[in-house]
C-alpha cells in the first residue's frame, strides 16, 4: 500500500477543517456538498475491508429517503450484510480525520486489524439517481484507486441490487450471477415459477400501481417488465421524469403521513405501493368505498409473509423454527395477532436492519420487518437444504408441492437486505397463491392507532434506553413518567429513544383511539422536553 499516493489524491479530496459526522445505522448521511471527503476515505476504507476479509466488498452512494440535496455512503460485507460494528468505529474515525492525521488513522487501522497489504482487494460500487451520486462515487472510486484496489462501477443501481452482487462475487455464483440482469433472471424464474403454482388456483390477472418516489426503484422496474409474466400488469408513477425524488412521494412520505404520493390516482380498491428512493422499503395501500386511505406496512408484510410460510411448513411436515423480528415500533395488534397464530417467537429488536437481521440469523427462518416497510426473510443454510431436499425427492405429492413453493419463495427474497422489488414479488405471488384482495389481507388484523412525534433536545444522548428501546434508564424520572401516563390509557403503549439518523428525539404512543394516541404522544413529549432538555417551543398537541 502507498501512502505517499493516498496523501496526493486525498488533497484532492481534502476534509473542511472541523467538520465531523458519525457511521450510523444507514452509513454516513449529510448534505451532498460536504461529502466528497467521506466519500474518498470510504473508497479507502472498503480497500482495507476487502483485504481484511479477502473478499468483495460494496460501497453504496445513497442517502435512500431524504432528500434530493442530501447524500450518503455505506459499505457492505462480504455476504451482503451490514458494515460489521467493529469497521464502524474506524470508519467513523477515518471519516473525522482530519487531513495532517489522515495517514496515522488508515495505519493505526491496518495495525489493529493486522492487515496483510499483500492481499488483493475488490470493491463494487452502486449509486442512486440523485444529482450529486456520479460525482460523489468518483471520489469513492479514487479513493479505492489510490490505495491500489481494484473496482468495478456499478453505476445506477437499487441498493438492494449492490448487496445481491456483492453476496453472488462472493459465493462464487451460488447465490446468482452477479449482475443486475443476473438479479432480474434470478427474481423472475422464481416469481414465474410461484405464480404458475398460483394460476392451477385462478385466474390471476393482477393490476398494481407503483409510486418509485421518483427514484432508481423506477428504472430499474422498467428494466425489469420484459422479464416478468402477463399476469402482473404493473404501472409506474412518479418515475423521476418530471418529479423530485422522495418530494411528496415515496414509502416514507406514505408511512408518514398516511396518505396516497402526489402523482398517483387511486380508484376504489385498486393495489397500489410506494417503494423508498433508493428502493429497500416497501409498503402497500388502497382506498377504502368510503374514500377511506389504508395502509399496509411493514408489520402488514411481515404478517403474510410469515403467516404463508408457516402454513407451508406445516404442509410439509417439516419441523423448523419461524420467528419473526419486529422493532419496537411494530403496532401492537401486529405483536398480538402474529403471536397467536405463527406460534413461534415473535421478538423485538433494537431500530436499524442490522439488528433485525442479526437475530433473525438465529432461526431456521427467520422473518423480520420495520414498521416502515424494510425487510426481508433468512433461511439457514439446514432450512434451505431440507426444503431443496424435499422438494426434489418427496413422494407425498401435496407435500412436494408445499415445497416447491417454499423453495420458489426462498429465490425470490433478497435474503440479503429488505428489497422493495423483491418484496412487491413476493407479496404479488403470496396474493395470488392465497386468492387474496388487498383488502382480505389488510383484515388480517386492524392496527391499533398510533402517533409518532419528534422533540428537539440540546443532546440526544442525555436519553439512554434498554428492553430493546422499549424503556429509558435515563435521565432520571422519564420513564415513570411515561409508565404513569400509559397507566391512564386503554390499550396504551408508549416509548422515546434517541433518532440514529436525526438530531430528534423520537416518541411513540399507541392506544384504543387516535384522540388518546395522539394525546399519549403529546403529553409523553412534553415529558421528554421537560426532563431530556427541550430546545426550542414546548411540543403543542397534535391537530
Ligand atoms: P431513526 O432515525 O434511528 O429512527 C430511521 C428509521 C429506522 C431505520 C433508519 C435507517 C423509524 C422510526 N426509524 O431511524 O427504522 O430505517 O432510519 O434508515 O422509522
Ligand atoms: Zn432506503
Not at 482487494?121 to 479514487?142: C, H
Not at 427474481?187 to 421518483?214: G, P, W, Y
Not at 418515475?239 to 403521513?257: I, M, S
Not at 392496527?447 to 429509558?472: F, G, H, M, S, W
Request: glycine share 8%.
Amino acid at each position: 500500500m502507498d501512502f505517499g499516493t493516498v496523501a496526493k489524491y486525498s488533497a484532492l479530496h481534502a476534509k473542511p477543517p472541523g467538520l465531523s459526522s458519525q457511521y450510523g445505522t444507514a452509513g454516513f448521511r449529510s448534505k451532498a456538498e460536504n461529502l466528497d471527503h467521506t466519500m474518498f476515505r470510504m473508497g479507502l476504507l472498503a480497500v482495507l475491508r476487502s483485504k481484511k476479509t479477502q473478499s468483495t466488498i460494496g460501497v453504496m452512494v445513497t442517502a435512500s429517503h431524504n432528500p434530493e440535496e442530501d447524500n450518503g455512503v455505506k459499505l457492505i460485507d462480504p455476504l451482503g450484510e451490514m458494515l460489521a460494528p467493529s469497521w464502524e468505529e474506524h470508519a467513523t474515525c477515518l471519516a473525522n480525520a482530519e487531513e495532517p492525521e489522515l495517514l496515522t488513522v488508515l495505519s493505526d487501522i491496518c495495525q489493529k486489524e493486522a492487515l496483510d497489504s499483500q492481499h488483493d482487494a475488490f470493491v463494487v460500487i452502486g449509486r442512486d439517481t440523485r444529482s450529486s451520486s456520479k460525482k460523489l462515487s468518483q471520489s469513492v472510486i479514487d479513493g479505492v484507486t489510490a490505495l491500489g484496489g481494484q473496482f468495478r462501477d456499478y453505476g445506477l443501481v437499487t441498493t438492494p441490487q449492490l448487496h445481491y452482487v456483492v453476496c453472488c462475487r462472493n459465493t462464487h455464483g451460488n447465490y446468482g450471477r452477479a449482475t443486475v440482469e443476473g438479479y432480474y433472471q434470478k427474481l423472475s424464474k422464481a416469481f414465474m415459477e410461484l405464480m404458475k403454482q398460483a394460476a392451477t388456483q385462478r385466474d390471476c390477472h393482477v393490476c398494481l400501481k407503483i409510486d418509485c418516489a421518483n427514484g432508481i426503484g423506477a428504472l430499474k422496474l422498467k428494466e425489469m417488465e420484459r422479464y416478468l409474466p402477463g399476469c402482473l400488469r404493473i404501472h409506474i408513477f412518479n418515475d423521476g421524469l418530471n418529479g423530485k425524488l422522495n418530494h411528496l412521494c415515496g414509502a416514507d412520505f406514505v408511512k408518514e403521513h398516511q396518505k396516497p404520493p402526489v402523482g398517483l390516482e387511486m380508484t376504489t380498491g385498486e393495489r397500489c405501493c410506494s417503494f423508498d428512493g433508493d428502493a429497500d422499503r416497501i409498503v402497500y395501500y388502497y382506498n377504502d368505498a368510503a374514500g377511506r386511505f389504508h395502509l399496509l406496512d411493514g408489520d402488514k408484510i411481515a404478517t403474510l409473509i410469515s403467516t404463508f410460510i408457516k402454513e407451508l411448513l406445516v404442509k410439509t411436515g417439516q419441523t423448523l423454527t419461524l420467528a419473526v423480528i419486529q422493532t419496537a415500533y411494530a403496532n401492537g395488534s401486529s405483536t398480538r395477532y402474529l403471536e397467536e397464530t405463527i406460534k413461534g417467537p415473535v421478538q423485538c429488536a433494537k431500530t436499524g436492519v442490522k439488528h433485525l437481521h442479526h437475530k433473525a440469523k438465529e432461526f431456521d427462518v427467520g422473518v423480520y420487518f420495520e414498521a416502515n416497510g424494510h425487510g426481508t426473510v433468512l433461511f439457514s443454510k439446514t432450512a434451505e437444504m431440507k426444503i431443496r431436499h424435499q422438494a426434489e425427492n418427496e413422494k407425498d405429492n401435496r407435500k412436494r408441492e408445499a415445497a416447491k413453493i417454499l423453495e420458489n419463495t426462498i429465490d425470490l427474497i433478497n435474503q440479503t437486505v429488505g428489497d422493495a422489488i423483491s418484496d412487491m414479488l413476493v407479496i404479488e405471488a403470496i396474493l395470488a397463491l392465497k386468492n387474496l384482495t388487498v383488502q382480505q389481507w389488510d383484515a388480517m388484523y386492524t392496527d391499533r392507532p398510533n402517533r409518532q412525534l419528534k422533540v428537539k433536545v440540546a443532546d440526544r444522548r442525555v436519553i439512554d434506553t434498554t428492553d430493546a428501546e422499549r424503556r429509558a434508564v435515563t435521565p432520571p424520572g422519564l420513564q415513570e413518567k411515561i409508565d404513569a401516563l400509559v397507566k391512564k390509557t386503554t390499550w396504551a403503549r408508549a416509548f422515546v429513544r434517541p433518532s440514529g439518523t436525526e438530531d430528534v428525539v423520537r416518541v411513540y404512543a399507541e392506544a384504543d383511539t387516535q384522540e388518546n394516541a395522539d394525546n399519549l404522544a403529546h403529553e409523553v413529549s412534553l415529558a421528554v422536553y421537560c426532563l431530556a432538555g427541550g430546545v426550542g417551543e414546548e411540543p403543542k398537541p397534535v391537530v
